[in-house]
Nanobody, 115 residues
Framework: QVQLVESGGGLVQAGGSLRLSCAAS????????MGWYRQAPGKQRELVAT???????NYADSVKGRLTISRDNAKNTVYVQMNSLNPEDTAVYYC?????????WGQGTQVTVSS
């Protein structure tokens, strides 16, 4: 069992920045990929960014150049630095980790960007 705890969400004005963190704990053997997904009201959950344990990153086109994902494998923690935020980035952001064929999700953290 892997538990994920997100932090760093909040309310920011357009053009502002936030840094989200997600720490994994529990019975962990190996985590292959960690990442961030988001879900806005009335919309489906979508990928924001992922990073493998080898450091390979993948970003949604909508956030490229504005977001940077990173991880600390020793701490089983993934981060995303979000800059130049706009109201379209408003959503609940969920941490995801994949390990041994299972996908784990955090409870989510709200990010609200005001205009």
């Amino acid at each position: 069992q892997v538990q994920l705890v997100e932090s760093g969400g909040g309310l920011v004005q357009a053009g502002g920045s936030l840094r989200l963190s997600c720490a994994a704990s529990g019975r962990i053997f190996v985590i292959n990929t960690m990442g961030w997904y988001r879900q806005a009201p009335g919309k489906q959950r979508e990928l924001v960014a992922t990073i493998t344990n080898g450091g390979i990153t993948n970003y949604a086109d909508s956030v490229k150049g504005r977001l940077t994902i990173s991880r600390d494998n020793a701490k089983n923690t993934v981060y995303v630095q979000m800059n130049s935020l706009n109201p379209e980035d408003t959503a609940v952001y969920y941490c995801n980790a994949r390990s041994m064929g299972y996908a784990y999700w955090g409870q989510g953290t709200q990010v609200t960007v005001s205009s």
